[in-house]
């Protein structure tokens, strides 16, 4: 089944950039709506931005608008998520999901991807 694996987390400053990556083990990725997730201390895990399947259609949760970016490149089967002007409130463990679904649409909800990663974390910290 497929396999992710997340890399790029890590410690920066408030007002910083980093570049999560997940590479995934699928040949053909485009079959699959993608997304990343995260998770807080103490917080329950929630949608950060997603890219259907056909399309390319994206979302993001409001907090995130403007800063980060989804971005996927099947031919090298790696999925991105670009963030820039990070704040404190960023600091979570990053996940990368999928699902298997041929879709013009996503949505940003845990329950609905089937496939993830272990997860990376990115501290924002001062």
């Known amino acids: 089944q497929l396999q992710l694996v997340e890399s790029g987390g890590g410690l920066v400053q408030p007002g910083g950039s980093l570049r999560l990556s997940c590479a995934a083990s699928?040949?053909?990725?485009?079959?699959?709506?993608i997304g990343w997730f995260r998770q807080a201390p103490g917080k329950e895990r929630e949608g950060v931005s997603c890219?259907?399947?056909?399309?390319?259609?994206?979302n993001y949760t409001d907090s995130v608008k403007g800063r980060f970016t989804i971005s996927r490149d099947s031919a090298k089967k790696m999925v991105y998520l670009q963030m820039n002007n990070l704040k404190p409130e960023d600091t979570a463990v990053y996940y990368c999901?999928?699902?298997?679904?041929?879709?013009?649409?996503?949505?940003?909800?845990?329950?609905?991807?089937?496939?993830w990663g272990k997860g990376t974390l990115v501290t924002v910290s001062s």
């Open positions: 699928e040949f053909t990725l485009d079959y699959y709506t």
């Open positions: 890219m259907s399947s056909i399309g390319g259609t994206t």
């Open positions: 999901a999928a699902d298997f679904r041929l879709s013009r649409v996503c949505v940003l909800e845990p329950d609905g991807m089937d496939y």
